[in-house]
């Protein structure tokens, strides 16, 4: 029996994969014809029907491409970081909270705040195993990025968490039954947006791929596959950020087709800042996460927890 169940829990989480993949192909395709729209232009029109099957041409022309190896480059780390990049930000996907198969379990908070700080090291190793001056100079800005934020959205995160007195995501269901977080916490929920868009490496906080003085940052010197891979985790990510985002504050519902319309509109989002903002200044940036985010995000961790202390005593 229990055979059958890790086998079931295997093929669910294959197919959970597969769908993730899906969806970024789509969401790719999604950006560039927002983009267009916004740009005053057509975006991908010519592929199939209004350019419908652009992503799988797109996915062909890469993975078809001469892989090119820079020859200073330390090769075996150069291939195996994007490999775990992808592996990471899939992996993060396993503790979306369905309530009978997959891994759904009790530490869910804990496994993410984990696995994302692990993601970490694959973009620095990507940069350093390049050997050159432009990729390592693009991974030290991402990775002194991501850690930065990473604090601020650690701290967000366990306000939410202290308030369930859980760290099982499906919990969060339960709390919002009758109103959603987002009306409970909403500087908080700005907070948590503003640096999963940092963390994401996204516009306006896009300084791991300042075109203009880093030639695309820490990924410049793959091509083809490699490209490829680390595409698809930057935009897995998004995915699975915005999909964090309607567990936390947008009400949790994971059965209902409404959860899915919002983890839709939260990724248009993350497209419609991209189209909109202009890239922020690297001070400004780190002066927001340090200066701004951090006392803040502390004192509402100190006033949430002095606010269930306060009531565990009163039932009590």
Known sequence: MMLKDLMLSMFSMILLIICVL???????????????????????????????????SDAIKLFTKESIIPSMSNVGL???????????????????????????FNLGGLFILCVSSLSVYSIMIAGWSSNSNYSLLGSMRAVAQSISYEVSLSLILLSFLIMILSLNLY????????????????????????????????????FAEGESELVSGFNVEYSSGGFALIFLAEYSSILFMSMLCCILFLGCDIYSFMFFMKLGFMSFLWIWVRGTLPRFRYDKLMYLCWKSFLPISLNYLLFFFGLKYYLFTLIV
């Open 22 to 56: 899906i969806g970024v192909a789509f969401l790719t395709l999604l950006e560039r014809k927002v983009l267009g729209y916004i740009q005053i232009r057509k975006g991908p029109n010519k592929v199939s029907i209004m350019g419908i099957a652009q992503p799988f």
């Open 78 to 104: 150069f291939y195996l970081s994007p490999i775990f990049s992808l592996f990471f930000s899939l992996i993060l996907w396993m503790c979306m909270p369905f309530i009978s198969i997959l891994f759904n």
């Open 171 to 206: 919990n969060f269901m339960f709390y919002q039954k009758y109103i959603w977080f987002i009306f409970l916490f909403f500087p908080l929920c700005f907070m948590w947006i503003v640096s999963a868009l940092a963390e994401t490496n996204r516009t306006p906080f896009d």
